[in-house]
């Protein structure tokens, strides 16, 4: 089974899959009304507690953070902390599940996956509709104007990085054999 994480310190995004790609877990942790970093943490942990201790994890993918700078996004000190935050949020899965992590770039996992940015796109708007259209059983929430709820593009960030674990490792294999 392959575990995905979009690390967030505002909405945390959880996909299992099997190994034929199914969906057996996919839900987001809300730590938005938490201000306390290592309450967050603890929050993380339980919500990965209680979805792992059911179902054995074979590798664990992870959404590593942006690194660079773009105008109009994050500052420096909210870059500091997200990076900050992953490296907990991997040390808890280290820590639970005795398993390192491994790491994709949200490209690196789009493009795995097939998802292609249109230029001048959202990112997450095309991921979300790709997941719909894709993942049987896939459902997002709405709101009255027609957005998705928080937490649904968390979720298909996660399915998207859990996805595309899966396909490393198929890919893995393949090349061992």
């Not at 290592?38 to 979805?51: C, D, G, H, Y």
């Not at 959404?63 to 949020?89: C, D, H, K, W, Y």
């Not at 997941?131 to 996660?158: C, H, I, L, M, W």
Request: hydrophobic share 40%; net charge negative.
């Amino acid at each position: 089974m392959i575990l995905g994480i979009d690390v967030s310190t505002s909405i945390t995004g959880i996909t299992i899959l099997d190994k034929d790609g199914e969906i057996l877990e996919c839900s987001h942790i809300d730590l938005r009304k938490e201000k306390n970093f290592f309450k967050k943490a603890e929050l993380v942990e339980t919500a990965l507690i209680r979805a792992t201790e059911l179902i054995d994890i074979e590798e664990v993918y992870i959404e590593q953070p942006f690194t660079f700078f773009s105008s109009g996004q994050s500052s420096a000190a909210t870059m500091a902390i997200l990076q900050r935050f992953n490296g907990v949020v991997s040390w808890l899965c280290y820590e639970h599940l005795s398993l390192e992590p491994k790491y994709l770039t949200a490209n690196e996992a789009r493009k795995l996956c097939g998802i292609k940015i249109p230029r001048g796109e959202k990112a997450k708007k095309v991921v979300i509709a790709f997941v719909v259209d894709k993942v049987p059983g896939f459902d997002v929430e709405y709101t009255r104007q027609g957005n998705p709820r928080p937490g649904y593009a968390d979720r298909a960030d996660s399915y998207v990085v859990a996805k595309a674990g899966l396909l490393c490792k198929k890919q893995e294999t393949k090349d061992t054999d």
